[in-house]
């Protein structure tokens, strides 16, 4: 069969991603390119990364495809933000395509969590979670009431049938389709940083019951690929194009015991040089020698998600995790010389004052090297969005990444928690800035003006909501 492929996460949509400049391509996307090509079929890619609108898909269709694949990038968390504007891009792609007459599966977090929508917009079918093997059924034209793992529409009545046995052994899984990757633009987009970065997915899952974060697709469980087939994939990309980072985009990097070991041993055999960044936890970073291996294997950032400087917070999003292992790995990264990184959270069900100021004490005692900051964000299947699910009004996404708006009736006013945020990030970086001033770099001292100045008005300014 001849398969449009896309998906639907348009960079030009969410403009603090547009300007912020480190696009990363479609990685689940082109995973399922590859599963289908491996069966016979042919495949063509619409990556809509850099698209102007959803219209620019509409000359492919002249090659008259036999199905329109809206596949997600469901390893890219932006994706699992279900936002606004990019559901609409998908439902423009939907519609271009029942014009012609031409079958749409669609495979998202989002369609996930509304797929009644998707099937109302026009969708044949929505996959419901992990989707390789059901999207193989589907292309060969199986009864859809004997598929697992979907969703469609009979008789105007929605049907959601049974869920699909979860994969196991991912190194069964042919490598991504990196070939269909135009990746001039990628490249293009990255000049500014000074470097090239891509990224590679090592598992599927995290088995941790954080209760806030959503996971429609590969869900609470947890399978690794091995590292040498993660070897294998990176010696594969090298063969394609030139780069000089990798982002292993699991929610949990190395979490089976050893493999951070075994793939530190793989990479020192196979001669392979990298430098990447990854996302963990705490409370894994201070068991045996992980941080060392990671160090040694070429991880020179990790992301951990902190959340809060305050331990009554941590408890009550079930996180699983305590100040003192936050401050114990922070340590043992900076020992070796890797980026201590914060995701940091505002705004969660009976935070106020006093614990925002822990979680301020906390950046201050600390000085992780970056920080990512975002308020709660209930989304659908999570304890959290049932806790608050009566306060949430018609508007129920954000229509971009920079929105944060509250979903729910915090403890202070939906203008607090903007304001706070663009607080921490102004002094996060006025500190910054005044560590490279005492270092000599005389240029800084402008940089840092602007953003003590910055801070200072808007702390001012939470006066106003206290």
């Known amino acids: 069969m001849k398969i449009l492929l896309t998906h639907s996460y348009f960079l030009r949509f969410d403009e603090k991603q547009w300007k912020q400049r480190k696009p990363y391509p479609p990685l689940a996307t082109i995973q399922a390119a590859s599963n289908l090509r ?6 063509h890619l619409f990556d809509s990364n850099f698209a102007q ?22 390893f890219n968390y932006l994706t699992k933000m279900c936002l606004t504007n990019m559901r609409e891009a998908a439902f423009e792609m939907i519609a271009m395509a029942n014009k012609r007459s031409i079958p749409v599966y669609v495979s998202s ?40 793992g979907i969703a469609f529409r009979k008789n105007n009545k929605v049907i959601k049938n049974a869920s699909r046995p979860i994969l196991k052994n991912l190194d069964e899984l042919p490598l991504p389709a990196w070939d269909l990757i135009d990746i001039n633009p990628y490249k293009k987009a990255w000049e500014i940083h000074g470097y090239f970065s891509i990224n590679i997915a090592t598992t599927r899952g995290c088995p941790f019951k954080c209760n806030w974060c959503a996971k429609p697709i590969y869900g609470n469980r947890y399978n690794s690929r091995s590292p040498q087939h993660v070897v294998r994939e990176i010696q594969l990309i090298q063969s394609y194009f030139d780069f000089d ?33 990854i996302q963990s936890r705490a409370d894994l970073l201070v068991k045996d020698d992980t941080v060392k291996c990671l160090a040694e294997s070429g991880c020179n950032e990790v ?29 043992l990264m900076k020992k070796h010389n890797i980026k201590a990184c914060f995701f940091l959270q505002f705004g969660y069900i009976g935070e106020h004052w006093e614990d925002i100021q822990a979680t301020l004490s906390l950046i201050k005692k600390l000085s992780p090297d970056d920080i990512g900051v975002s308020v709660s964000y209930p989304l659908p299947g999570t304890k959290f969005y049932e806790k608050v699910r009566s306060e949430i009004g018609e508007k129920a996404n954000w229509s971009d990444s920079d929105e944060l708006l509250m979903m729910y009736e915090g403890t202070f006013p939906p203008g607090f928690y903007k304001k706070l945020h663009r607080f921490v990030h102004k002094r996060f970086r006025g500190r910054q800035f005044f560590e490279r001033l005492k270092k000599g770099q005389g240029l800084a001292v402008f940089k840092w003006l602007y953003f003590w100045l910055s801070s200072y008005f808007y702390r001012f300014s939470l006066t106003f909501y206290k």
Do not use: R
Request: glycine share 6%; with cysteine.
């Open 38 to 43: 491996e069966l016979g079929h042919q495949v």
């Open 53 to 74: 609108n959803a219209k620019e898909i509409a000359p492919l269709f002249q090659d008259a495809p036999d199905v329109l694949v809206i596949y997600d990038d469901g």
């Open 109 to 148: 977090s989002d369609s996930t969590d509304h797929y009644e929508s998707y099937l109302e917009k026009g969708a044949d079918a929505v996959i419901i979670g992990e989707a390789d093997a059901t999207l193989e059924e589907l292309i060969d034209g199986n009864a859809l009431e004997k598929i697992s």
């Open 245 to 277: 980072h990798i982002w292993f985009c699991d929610d949990i990097f190395g979490l089976k015991p050893q493999w951070v070991q075994e793939f530190n041993d793989v990479l020192k055999l196979s001669s392979v040089n990298i430098k990447y960044k």
């Open 303 to 331: 992301w951990i998600g902190a959340e809060s400087g305050s331990q009554k917070i941590l408890d009550a999003m079930d996180k699983g995790t305590t100040i003192a292992q936050i401050e114990e790995s922070t340590q």
